[in-house]
């Protein structure tokens, strides 16, 4: 398994845990939290632990684009962890205080890097993905 | 090697997260910032697409790949099902998102509803065969 894989699984694994403790937390009675965590756990599930999951394992089980021995890492991969875990980081300290701060530039500007972070990560890993989902008839054309 | 059928089934999922992630940051920013009015439309597209469109057309495209192959006659068993059902999803989807804006009422998306669950019932019949451990077949 590449690092970059065993990073994106535990990043995801932290995430899942984190979003099930979130989900019974906004259930306790004297948090009242109303919907304010609802967008924080879903987007811990189904951004941090899902879509992380499928990333790293993609990057992992997908053919490669380029078969070398050392079976090197792409840049966009690691790029793609960063984006998206730093992205997300923002996000989830940011989005349940909105409605306290929501007039503070600075709150304004995490808001908007963390929307850009999370859409370049998306991009980086389709740009990586997208020439490793290919079936075999095409690689042969190419090939000949 | 990955068959025809998943490249287009799983750049379709790629296809769909695209615009997951951009409608997704047009709500996150209209949250903090009010963009539009009309932004929070934009919430069924942003998580429909994350479920059926993303997360669900990629299982089915890496699992259509990945499962166990049939030894004998057509590896992945009889394509057409597998098209029909991958035709239907996205039907499906295309219809339950823009369900909202074609009636008020809730007969599309009911509609939409009932063609994706007749994709995924073909989809499952079409791999239930493929759950298997080649221990158990003879050779």
Known sequence: MPTVTRWFIKAGLIYFLMGVILAFTAELPFINSGALLLPVYWHMLVMGWLTQIIIGVSIWMFPRKWRDKKK????????????????????????????????????????????????AAICTYIAEIWPRVHSKKRKRGVSA | MMPTLSVWILRLSLVYLFITAISGSVLLIHKSIPLHPAAWSLLPIHFEMAIWGWLVQFVMGTAYWMFPRYLTGPKRGNEIFAVISVVLLNTGILLLISAPFISPDNAIKAISRLVIVVSVALFSASLWNRVLSYRRVPH
């Open chain 1, 72 to 119: 090197r890492e792409s840049v966009l991969t690691w790029l793609t962890f960063w984006l998206l875990n730093s992205g997300l980081i923002l996000r989830f300290f940011t989005e349940p205080f909105l409605p306290f701060f929501n007039d503070t530039l600075t709150v304004q500007l995490i808001i908007i890097t963390s929307a850009i972070l999370q859409i």
